[in-house]
C-alpha cells in the first residue's frame, strides 16, 4: 500500500508522541528517588524538629524518603549554599528560616543572595520564643532580669545557636531595647546550647517554645515571657515580653525552600503536600504541643514573607549594629 508522503510523516510524528510519552511522565514523575532537606543548625532545635516532622510526612505522602542533614556552621550559611549550589531539580530542599533573611546584613561577603537565589516552596511555621534561664539565675520575671543584668554587668551568659540564629537576634534586639548586656556565646545549635543552658554554664537562652517546652514544664528551666505580643495557649501563663519592654515583638518562621530554577511542577507538588500535613489532624495536634503556629500558603506568600523579614532584620541589625563576630 503506497500512502501519500504527507500521511507517512503525520504517522511518523505520531509514533514519536507516543514514544516520547512514556520519558515525559517519567520526567514530570516526582519524586522518584529519595529528596534531602538541608538544615543549617544540629539536631534538638526547633528548626531540626520541624524539618524531621515534615519530612516523615512528606515521606509517607509522596512515596520517597525525605532524608534530614544537618550542616552546622556560619550561621546556616553553609547548608543554605549548598542547597542553592545544587541541581535544581527537588532533590535538595532546604528548611529555610528566619536566620536567612539576616545573614545578608550580617554577612556582607556572601557569595549567594538568599531572596535572589532560591525559589521558595512553602511556609511551614511560627512560633513565639521564650526567655528562659537556669533555676538558679535569681529571676521570675523581665523586670528582674532587666534589673539583675544591669546590676551585674557580664554576670549572664546568653545561650544561641550561633550568629544570625533567632536565639541571638532576638536576645541582641532585647538587650538594644533595655539597655542590658549579656555575654554571647554561640553553639552549632539550639540542641547544644540548651544542654549547656541546663547544666548552668550558661544563664540565659532566647529559645523556641517547639525545643524547650519539655524541660520548661519539667522545672529544668525557668520561662519569664513569651518574644510574641500575645500570650501562648501552649504556656499560657507566661506574659508576652512586650508587657514590659513595649514594641518587642519577634517570632521564627520557617519553611521549606529549593535552588533557583527548580521546576513549577514540583514546586506545586511539594507545596500542596506541605498545606495537606498542616491540614492533617495529627500534625495539628503535635504543632499544639510543640506551641507552634502553622502558616500554609502559596509560595508566593512564604516569598513575600521572606522578602519582608529580610528587610525588617536588615534594619534591625544595622541599628543595633550587630556583627558577625
Known amino acids: 500500500m503506497n500512502l501519500p508522503r504527507r500521511e507517512i510523516l503525520r504517522l511518523a510524528a505520531g509514533a514519536a508522541t507516543l514514544a516520547a510519552a512514556p520519558r515525559l511522565a517519567r520526567a514530570q514523575a516526582y519524586p522518584t528517588r529519595p529528596v534531602r532537606i538541608l538544615v543549617g543548625f544540629a539536631p534538638g532545635g526547633g528548626t531540626d524538629i520541624m524539618a524531621r516532622l515534615l519530612g516523615a510526612w512528606l515521606g509517607e505522602r509522596l512515596g520517597q524518603n525525605f532524608l534530614v542533614e544537618n550542616r552546622t556552621g556560619a550561621g546556616t550559611n553553609i547548608a543554605t549554599e549548598m542547597a542553592i549550589r545544587a541541581a535544581p531539580d527537588g532533590y535538595t530542599l532546604l528548611e529555610g528560616c528566619l536566620p536567612n533573611a539576616a545573614n545578608g546584613?550580617?554577612?556582607p561577603g556572601l557569595s549567594f543572595d538568599f531572596v535572589r537565589d532560591v525559589t521558595p516552596v512553602a511556609g511551614a511555621s511560627?512560633?513565639?520564643?521564650?526567655?528562659?534561664?537556669?533555676?538558679?539565675?535569681?529571676?521570675?520575671?523581665v523586670p528582674e532580669l532587666i534589673a539583675y543584668a544591669k546590676a551585674n554587668p557580664g554576670k549572664l551568659t546568653m545561650a544561641s545557636a550561633g550568629i544570625g540564629s533567632g536565639n541571638q537576634l532576638f536576645g541582641e534586639l532585647f538587650q538594644s531595647m533595655t539597655g542590658t548586656k549579656f555575654?554571647?556565646?554561640?553553639?552549632?545549635g539550639a540542641g547544644p546550647a540548651l544542654v549547656?543552658?541546663?547544666a548552668g554554664r550558661a544563664?540565659?537562652?532566647?529559645?523556641?517554645i517547639s525545643s524547650s517546652i519539655g524541660f520548661l514544664k519539667a522545672g529544668k528551666l525557668r520561662g519569664l515571657a513569651v518574644t510574641m505580643?500575645?500570650?501562648?495557649?501552649?504556656?499560657?501563663?507566661?506574659?508576652?515580653?512586650?508587657?514590659?519592654?513595649?514594641?518587642?515583638?519577634?517570632?521564627?518562621w520557617q519553611g521549606l525552600v529549593a535552588p533557583k530554577g527548580t521546576p513549577a511542577n514540583v514546586v506545586d507538588t511539594l507545596n500542596r503536600a506541605v498545606n495537606a500535613a498542616l491540614a492533617d489532624p495529627k500534625i495539628k495536634a503535635r504543632f499544639d504541643e510543640l506551641g507552634v503556629i502553622a502558616m500554609p500558603g502559596t509560595p508566593a506568600d512564604f516569598g513575600k514573607l521572606i522578602a519582608a523579614e529580610t528587610a525588617r532584620w536588615s534594619k534591625v541589625i544595622r541599628t543595633a549594629g550587630i556583627k558577625a563576630e
Do not use: C, K, N, W
Not at 126 to 141: A, L, M, Y
Not at 183 to 188: E, F, M, S
Open 126 to 141: 511560627r512560633e513565639s520564643f521564650i526567655i528562659e534561664v537556669h533555676p538558679d539565675v535569681p529571676v521570675h520575671s
Open 203 to 208: 544563664q540565659i537562652m532566647f529559645a523556641s
Open 196 to 198: 549547656d543552658l541546663m
Open 229 to 252: 505580643t500575645t500570650r501562648q495557649p501552649a504556656l499560657p501563663d507566661l506574659p508576652t515580653v512586650a508587657e514590659f519592654v513595649p514594641g518587642y515583638d519577634t517570632s521564627f
Open 105 to 107: 546584613a550580617l554577612y
Open 183 to 188: 555575654v554571647d556565646v554561640t553553639y552549632r
